[in-house]
């Protein structure tokens, strides 16, 4: 999947212009930068996406983290601005994904670029052929306590 470009709308309160505020439950902190450094050989430019996105986000304690961000384990819900297609899937670390079943890794382009983002947000996503759609997120929901935890983890 290399070769697929990843920019973000402005956030009202991103830490950067160019791209919206991101929050990440520390839950998964640790375990986001150890996937990161792991992929780092195969995936560089998706890892170091990884990396950059963990860096600027807003580390919250799971209590603070609002219902309506996309963490791991999440279900979301995105359109494609351009086609009007809807699409949801689930965000699951590496060794849960299966796309036929709408699980995602969090190791893929778009993956990287729903982390910690919140439902209104909108992202830009360029595909391998080089078209550039803007996704936006419509909803977000978390799976039943105990579901999706960082034991869960790959």
């Given amino acids: 999947m290399s ?12 830490k950067r212009a160019d791209k919206p505020a991101l929050i990440i439950d520390e839950a998964y902190h640790d375990s986001l930068q150890g996937l990161a450094a792991g992929a780092a050989r195969q995936a560089p430019d998706l890892a170091d996406r990884l990396l950059e996105e963990i860096e600027r ?7 603070q983290v ?11 819900s995105f359109r494609d601005e351009h086609t009007g ?3 949801t ?17 969090l190791l893929t382009p778009i ?8 439902e209104g947000q909108q992202f830009d ?6 078209e550039t759609r803007q996704l936006t997120v419509l909803k977000v929901e978390q799976p039943a306590r105990g579901e999706a935890g ?4 790959a």
């Fill in 57 to 63: 986000a807003d580390v919250r304690p799971s209590a």
């Fill in 150 to 153: 960082p034991a869960a983890q």
């Fill in 85 to 87: 297609q809807t699409r």
């Fill in 111 to 118: 993956g990287v670029a729903l982390i910690g983002l919140s």
């Fill in 3 to 14: 070769g697929t470009e990843i920019s973000r709308k402005p956030g009202k309160a991103g």
């Fill in 125 to 130: 996503w360029t595909t391998r052929d080089g």
């Fill in 89 to 105: 899937v689930t965000l699951v670390f590496p060794a849960s994904a299966d796309i036929s079943q709408g699980r995602i890794s």
């Fill in 66 to 76: 609002p219902p309506n961000v996309v963490n791991i384990g999440s279900s979301v």
